[in-house]
């Protein structure tokens, strides 16, 4: 049964919690207050909004940032809730909570903040409080069941092995006890096979000279290698590991424990027999299994075996598994005579070998030679290396560009009005008039530019006498330099020796301007009269308004012209910008330029201004087509394959059984889009199939959220103020600078720098909220919840809930850095022009688009051609009627399941999360500026070679200002062509050519990465729900499961009892209450004599699980009941070792080996 819950209920639950900060020291698990109080949660809202609330009314101890809420019910706890999602996203976890007055949510002290504690203080007491800390551990583990899986997951065998490898046999005995209550559950036993070194340290303590100590690190390696074959190989693993780190032959530790025949104790060689048979029946292949039963020989296993039965007196249960090793042996090397391996062994067949040949098959070293055992070097197989992966981390670039500004004027006027601003119809035709009149003179400028030289030629011939020889070779000279670097050359070489006459000097210059203004006169002479069409008025105001260029200004226009340095700069490549790039698509077009732009908007009373040139007939745009044509047809074919819509009666209209919430997006005009821009991304988008009975159930208009929206409307200047007024200024000021608060939560604990920049990380800094703060504001809303926050007091709410922000942020300030001046404006021409190359190809985009269009068509009812790009800002703020989650969110499970090869799109567009960082008001006005300050530099540098100036430093001046001005140049071609192809992108994607003309960079940079990052974050979220329902799932399947319920563990005798307590309908113990009762009334039938008189008394249940496991591993019959097939060794005629030393080698055999002798 699923819990139903409406949009806005409210549902109450008792609350109480535990106190387990500690939970080493926690003196009870039960939780407080007995009498629960209750509280009502707010079903849509995420539980970590209403946590602190929580907190404050049952006065809890634990921090917000450490709490979590656990299920407390029918006496035991549940799963914990998460606290991103609201209950209504968790109701199965809730389920008949309310059934019971026991029942409540509690809070407790998150699993990770319990486990770093426990880890902590291991790693940090000493003495007494160690030896408590230890001794409680195991206490601990059998209380509380999830804490085993998250100890280790966060590297707790890592602290026990740490601590084990320092401490005394008491301390050792102690972790060992816990690390056995660790392998009896599942996760526990999963997490010690993957955790290589914890099987190092148990056999490493084999080598202990404490029999107590030796006893329980054999009984665990036992209850390890029983639980699953695969384990036998971690242990042999292991066992290379610690004997080559130790320069001795692997088994050595138990092979030195079977030897020390006088203090020998029969229990432990038991179990050091019983590990050795339970290993080796493990190893499926039989090249392994030769390998380890041969070094076992090497070290004498079968004298260790010859002398333990010929002893009177042995213990009957060591004889068992020292003639079951040597049963096995004979078995693998095909001498058993046909005899049956015993009951208790685990494989009753030969292992798997790769030959076919019997007569070649490999043998063990004890059949292949009767001589006595060679020292020999083994390698540890390739079946048994174990890698352990590595994990890197992968830091990203920090952006060093600062926030962006609000701009002030347009891309290239520098004193822009704006629209609508108190301009009448008359001040706005004069202010276009004048524009006009600019536009003509610099066109003129531009001509008398180019006319220059030309005149100089004319002249050329009417001045060879020898007064003009001076002003010839000047000219000449002129033509020739069309280099910055010669240009500077010549004029830091102009004569600065005070001897040289001072008329000279002037003569110099002054022929030169002469030249100038000679060469200005003759183009003026030249020009007809029917070559320039204006009226005397206008050429007498442009003869009043020209302006004298200088010498500078005309060697910069010689520079322009005669560019050809690559496009390159500061290491990056713009020299994809091509001649077409510097076309303006939204410059005035003559007759064939298509539809004039719209008039300017004009007042009453006002003059009307002269009509515009109307387009060549021949050119004349097509009509504005209605929705019944072509446009009709393409909307219908989306929507078959999108939408499954249905056009009513032929009206623009589609069939909805339920009237759903509308999104004011502006539709994209066909007849607003130029012709020369031909195809817009509306025409080639793909369909994208949207499930339109769960958008109307979603996005259903309820006239309920009509009401509460006027009264929004009527209350929209009602919020909860706590702040004063001066900090809340402070913290609005700063918020308009920083992404979303949505998103500075996952920026902050991900340490993006693509998302906060280092000033974003100073104003952070600043606005840290305090105690008090947090105090004040929790308050205010458990008062009037009925009431939104003030953005201020939502922003530090939101810090609030960050653990640990000022160590995130000062640290992630470290990290940061500026790049220089050049690359402020070179790089946010990169990444624009990047970030559009990016979004034409992007997949992503494209789905987000198309799927976005489809879910708008079906609700507004009316097919579109598309809409405009700005809308993706108001996505986020949509919610549906029904769980009040946003469109975002539903168009991320959409855009997934749709198209699963798609990303998270804002990994993808980091130009254009650059980009909306730079002003680009501000760049052009810094180009601008470098280029004044290199025409400057020119003049000083003049000066400079006037005075005494090293040669060396003059001329690393002259090739730094050579460079510069060469650098500026590119830049500004690099600036215009980039803004070129901006403005044909944002026609492309069907904005209308007035808006694009009004379009800032940055401004729209901004709204598409704000939408990336946005989606980024919901598009986590969606998957962190689905991997946490899915691990959930898991997590239920081993939760609180024993190792004993599986089937290896039971022996027939327990299977039998077990079914006639089933037929008689008596509760078994082990259900009871989690132990086994009646494992306790067999244990001392299932010891041994030995095991008996043993000194070691276990002390409570959980021993005794232990105990009759290490019982049920050594005693148990085997459960196969068929020999198994081991995977065959590479040589065919392998035997144990021992057969080998015995038999010698065959005739063949040592024609063979002679054979080989000979080859070498």
């Given amino acids: 049964m699923i819990v139903k819950m409406e949009p806005d209920e409210l549902i109450t639950f008792r609350v109480q919690f535990v106190v387990d900060s500690d939970p080493l020291s926690a003196c009870t698990a ?8 209750t509280y009502a949660f707010a079903t849509t809202m995420p539980l970590a909004t209403q946590i602190g609330t929580i907190l404050r009314l049952l006065n809890a101890p634990q921090s917000i940032d450490d709490a979590a809420i656990q299920v407390y019910k029918d006496g035991d706890y549940g799963a914990y809730l998460d606290l991103e999602s609201s209950l209504a996203e968790q109701t199965e976890e809730i389920e008949g909570l309310n059934a019971s007055r026991k ?23 000493e003495g007494s409080d160690l030896r408590r800390a230890l001794f409680s551990l195991k206490q601990v583990f059998q209380e509380d069941k999830d804490l085993v899986h998250a100890f280790v997951a966060l ?73 699953a074959e695969s384990n036998c190989y971690v242990l042999v ?42 290993t080796l029946a493990g190893l499926n292949d039989q090249d392994t299994f030769y390998d380890e039963s041969d070094l076992l020989e090497q070290q004498g296993m079968e004298t260790v075996i010859q002398r333990y039965m010929s002893k009177p007196g042995t213990d009957l249960d060591l004889l068992d598994q020292l003639q079951l090793y040597e049963a096995v042996l ?52 390739t079946t048994l290396l174990r890698m352990t992966p590595t994990q890197g ?53 531009e001509a008398a530019a180019n006319g220059i030289f030309a005149a100089l030629e004319q002249r050329e011939g009417l001045e060879l006498d020898s007064e003009g020889k001076q002003q010839l070779q000047l000219q000449l000279q002129l033509k020739r330099d069309h280099t910055v670097k010669d240009l500077t050359q010549k004029l830091s070489n102009l004569p600065t020796s005070p001897t040289q006459e001072p008329g000279s000097r002037s003569a110099i210059v002054g022929d030169m301007s002469g030249l100038i203004s000679k060469a200005k006169e003759g183009l003026a002479k030249s020009k007809s009269k029917g070559e320039i069409s204006r009226s005397s008025s206008v050429d007498q105001e442009l003869k009043k308004s020209e302006p004298k260029k200088s010498e500078n200004e005309l060697h910069w226009e010689e520079l322009v012209r005669n560019m050809t340095r690559p496009l390159n700069l500061c290491d990056l490549d713009f020299t994809d910008l091509h001649d077409d790039d510097e076309k303006d698509v939204l410059a005035p077009r003559g007759l064939g330029a298509g539809i004039p732009p719209p008039p300017p908007p004009f007042g009453s009373g006002g003059i009307l201004p002269p009509p515009m040139m109307p387009p060549a007939p021949s050119l004349i745009p097509p009509p504005m087509f209605g929705y019944g044509g072509s446009l009709t047809n393409s909307v219908n074919s989306s929507l078959n394959g999108s939408v499954n819509g249905e056009l009513v009666n032929g009206n623009n209209t589609i069939k909805k059984n339920k009237k759903t919430v509308k999104l004011f997006w502006k539709e994209v005009r066909e007849d607003l889009i130029p012709q020369v821009v031909g195809k817009t991304i509306w025409d080639e988008l793909p369909n994208a199939n949207v499930d339109t009975q769960k958008l109307e159930h979603l996005f259903e208009s309820r006239a309920k959220d009509l009401m509460t929206k006027k009264q929004q409307e009527l209350n929209k200047s009602k919020e909860i103020i706590v702040l004063d007024h001066k900090r809340s200024n402070a913290i609005n000021i700063a918020i308009t600078k920083l992404p979303p608060p949505r998103a500075i939560k996952a920026a902050i604990l991900k340490m993006d720098a693509t998302v906060v920049t280092r000033e974003g990380i100073d104003k952070l800094l600043n606005m840290l909220p305090t105690d008090e703060e947090r105090g004040k504001i929790q308050e205010a809303q458990l008062v009037n919840p009925e009431l939104p926050l003030g953005s201020a007091e939502q922003f530090l709410l939101t810090l609030a809930s960050i653990s640990e922000l000022g160590a995130r942020l000062k640290l992630w300030a470290f990290r940061l850095d500026f790049d220089n001046s050049e690359k402020e404006i070179a790089e946010p021409l990169m990444d624009l022009k990047q970030g559009i190359e990016i979004l034409r190809q992007n997949r992503t985009f494209r789905s987000i688009l198309s799927t976005l269009l489809s879910v708008g068509i079906f609700l507004n009812g009316a097919p579109v051609k598309g809409f405009q790009i700005e809308y993706l800002a108001k996505v986020p703020e949509v919610k549906d009627t029904v769980h009040k989650h946003s469109l975002l969110h539903h168009l991320c499970h959409m855009v997934m399941e749709s198209s699963s090869d798609t990303s998270d799109l804002y990994s993808e567009i980091g130009p254009i999360t650059r980009a909306s960082k730079a002003d680009f008001t501000d760049l052009a006005h810094n180009l601008t500026q470098l280029e004044s300050e290199c025409k400057a530099s020119w003049d000083r540098l003049k000066v400079i070679a006037k005075h005494d100036c090293p040669p060396p430093l003059k001329q690393k001046l002259v090739d730094f200002l050579a460079d510069c001005a060469e650098r500026i140049i590119i830049l500004q071609i690099v600036h215009r062509r980039v803004m070129n192809r901006y403005r044909k992108f944002l026609l492309w994607l069907g904005m209308p050519q007035h808006s694009v003309a009004e379009s800032r960079p940055n401004e729209f940079c901004r709204t598409l990465s704000e939408f990336a990052l946005e989606y980024r974050t919901t598009r986590e979220r969606v998957q962190q729900q689905l991997e946490k329902k899915a691990n959930h799932r898991e997590r239920n399947k081993t939760r609180g499961k024993l190792i004993i319920d599986m089937a290896k563990f039971k022996t027939k005798e327990d299977v039998a009892d077990a079914e006639l307590k089933t037929l008689l309908g008596t509760p078994s113990a082990d259900q009871a209450d989690g132990t086994l009762t009646w494992r306790r009334r067999r244990a001392e039938q299932l010891r041994s004599p030995i095991a008996r008189q043993s000194e070691e008394q276990f002390t409570d249940g959980d021993d005794e699980i232990l105990e009759s496991l290490v019982k049920t591993a050594t005693k148990a019959p085997g459960t196969r009941t068929t020999p198994r097939e081991r995977k065959r060794t590479r040589n065919a005629d392998r035997k144990s070792l021992r057969r080998t030393l015995k038999n010698g080698l065959t005739d063949e055999e040592k024609q063979h080996v002679a054979a080989l002798i000979q080859t070498y």
């Fill in 330 to 381: 004979k078995f693998e090397d095909g001498e058993s005579d046909g005899q049956r391996l015993p009951q208790n062994s685990m494989r009753k067949t030969q292992r798997y070998r790769p030959g076919t040949n019997t007569t070649e098959r490999r043998k063990s070293r004890r059949h292949s030679t009767d001589n006595s055992p060679v020292p020999i070097t083994k390698v540890l197989p």
């Fill in 393 to 445: 981390t992968l830091d990203e670039d920090s952006s060093g560009s600062t926030n962006s500004t609000e701009f002030s004027g347009g891309l290239f006027n520098e004193k822009k009005p704006r629209d609508g601003a108190g301009v009448t119809p008359g001040l706005r035709r004069r202010r276009e008039r004048a524009e006009r009149h600019k536009s003509f003179l610099k066109e003129q400028q």
């Fill in 103 to 125: 029942n409540s949510l509690v809070v407790r002290t998150q699993l990770n903040v319990r486990v770093h504690s426990i880890i902590e203080k291991l790693l940090s007491s």
């Fill in 237 to 278: 693993s292991a066992i290379h590991a610690v004997d080559a780190t130790q320069g001795t032959l692997p088994w050595s530790n138990i092979m030195r424990l079977l030897k020390d025949y006088d203090n020998a104790d029969a229990e432990l060689v038991i179990y050091a027999t019983s590990l050795i048979n339970k």
């Fill in 30 to 37: 039960f939780p407080i207050p007995v009498r629960a109080p």
């Fill in 155 to 227: 590297g707790g065998l890592n602290c026990l092995v740490r601590v084990g490898n320092c401490a005394d046999q008491n301390y050792q005995n102690y972790i060992l006890r816990a690390l056995g209550q660790v392998m009896l559950y599942v996760d526990g036993m999963n997490g010690v096979m993957k955790h290589e070194p914890t099987m190092q340290w148990l056999y490493s303590l084999i080598a202990s000279n404490y029999r107590s100590v030796v006893k329980t690190a054999l009984k665990l390696l036992l209850v390890f290698v029983e639980y």
